[in-house]
């Protein structure tokens, strides 16, 4: 992959965090923390519903992709089993939506379950719409499909502020929904070419059992892996109040500029890795981007320590301690985007079911530690219980790989994460009581981690300018 995909890959995650940091404190002054907490509980449930209903099949689009020439079959063998099962789903529980309706938000009226529902259908079709674009590598494209979303949110929440419309969670998980529909409907555009010659093609039964076979053991890696996420939005749910749900979702979408780093890596990974191994290329390339990529998830870190106080510059009062929880709500994207590198070979030798346990474990201890801490520090109980499940996590799928594939220098990566979940939970806990020595401490640090990376960085650096020097040409 050249530098000019590379870039584009990266405009939409960029664009996407940056339009996030302006959305956060758009909807934390438009709405009730209450209203965010419910917020964050559809994008949970949409999530769930993708997840579910993929069957892993769309991974299995990503890792046959290269290996096979009828595209338009692999498309439809992927995509029409999860379909058919979402829809004798959807039918079955408009039944009970009501129920559900009061679980989810706290409110009986079944039309949030539909809206929900409507969210999910689209973000399901858009997902294997994406991965067209993002295997042919028009980066351009994807990244523009992944723009839409935020930016039509944000011009239906200006509209409903300017106009004076109540500003309800009804609203709010309408301009939701106005954006799912948007980003299906260019995906369906850009894709037009590749999704029509799908609808007549035939699917082969053999190939999809194979297909399947593969797939199946990462749905449930998939969920455990929804889980892990999910377990501190229920939990605050369920044991604590909207107010405090609303304060850990305003920490974790301010952590969005984590996901840059995720998204941007993740969609250039998959397709780059699986190459290798079928160009059979030497695989000890992937220590050096663990290393490098160590370095950037720790330098995130610091970074973050210190101006996490700029935060209270464009959040409302009631949000005051964001600036502390956000460096354990960090730790979710980037220790999850090194996992994805340092896991690699439980994907190339197709032992997918140890995905699933170290998910697993990462899940009970998550769901373990949410229940002890999340009664009596709420939010913050809550994004200290995730740092440390996503640490077990990265642990796990690293020895995992290392199991089944070969073995990663990992010393080095151990010390330093664990280093920096445990001055991220120390930054929580001490934070409303020593307030500005915690980024003094981190102003600290700054200086030995980046010359303990200093190999690492002269190398992301000199492949950097020899990008900036292509594009140049």
Not at 140 to 145: C, Q
Not at 287 to 312: C, N, P
Not at 363 to 392: E, M, T
Request: hydrophobic share 55%; net charge positive; aromatic share 12%.
């Amino acid at each position: 992959m050249n530098t000019r995909k590379i870039l584009g890959f990266a405009v939409g995650p960029i664009g996407t965090a940056a339009l996030g940091l302006i959305s956060v404190p758009v909807i934390a002054w438009a709405f009730t923390p209450e209203d965010v907490g419910r917020l964050n509980i559809v994008n949970i449930v949409v999530s769930f519903s993708v997840l579910l209903f993929s069957l892993g099949l769309d991974q299995a689009y990503v890792r046959e992709y290269h290996e096979t020439s009828d595209h338009a079959e692999l498309l439809k063998s992927c995509y029409s089993p999860g379909m058919l099962l979402f829809a004798i789903t959807s039918v079955s529980l408009l039944v009970i939506s009501e129920r559900l309706s009061y679980w989810l938000f706290g409110t009986s009226s079944s039309m949030y379950f539909w809206i929900v529902l409507a969210c999910a259908i689209a973000s399901f079709i858009s997902r294997f719409l994406s991965l067209i674009l993002r295997m042919q590598e028009r980066a351009l494209a994807f990244s523009i499909s992944q723009l839409i979303p935020k930016i039509v949110f944000l011009l239906v929440i200006g509209l409903l502020v300017m106009m004076g419309i109540p500003r309800q969670f009804l609203q709010i998980e309408l301009a939701f929904l106005a954006s799912t529909v948007a980003v299906l409907v260019t995906y369906a555009w850009n894709t037009r070419s590749d999704w029509r010659p799908a609808w007549g093609a035939s699917i082969d039964r053999l190939q999809l059992r194979a297909r399947l076979r593969y797939s199946i053991p990462l749905v449930f890696a998939s969920l455990a892996y929804w889980g892990l996420t999910a377990t501190s939005s229920f939990t605050l749910r369920s044991l604590s109040t909207f107010g405090e749900l609303g304060v850990y979702s305003v920490s974790m979408s301010v952590a969005g500029v984590a996901i840059i780093v995720q998204s941007i890596f993740t969609v250039i990974w998959d397709p780059v890795v699986y190459k290798w191994a079928a160009d059979g290329a030497d695989m000890t390339r992937v220590d050096r981007v663990a290393r490098q990529g160590l370095a950037a998830v720790i330098a995130m870190f610091v970074l973050v320590g210190m101006f996490s106080w700029l935060i209270d510059y464009v959040l409302p009062a009631q949000y005051t301690e964001v600036k502390y929880l956000v460096l354990c709500s960090i730790a979710q994207p980037l220790l999850y985007t090194l996992s994805e590198v340092t896991c690699i070979g439980m994907y190339l030798v197709r032992r997918t079911m140890l995905s699933l346990w170290t998910t697993l474990v990462a899940l009970l201890v998550n769901l373990g530690l949410n229940l002890l801490l999340v009664p009596g520090l709420g939010a913050s109980g809550a994004v200290i219980a995730n740092a440390l499940a996503y640490l077990v996590f990265f642990v796990g799928r690293t020895e995992g790989s290392a199991y089944v594939w070969r073995q990663l220098p990992r010393v080095k990566l151990y010390v330093f994460t664990t280093a920096a979940i445990a001055l991220s939970v120390l930054t929580v806990i001490l934070g409303p009581t020593i307030g500005w020595v915690c980024n003094a401490a981190w102003f600290a640090i700054a200086p030995f981690v980046f010359w303990a990376f200093r190999d690492e960085w002269r190398v992301i650096f000199s492949t950097a300018h020899k990008g900036i020097s292509d594009l140049r040409k």
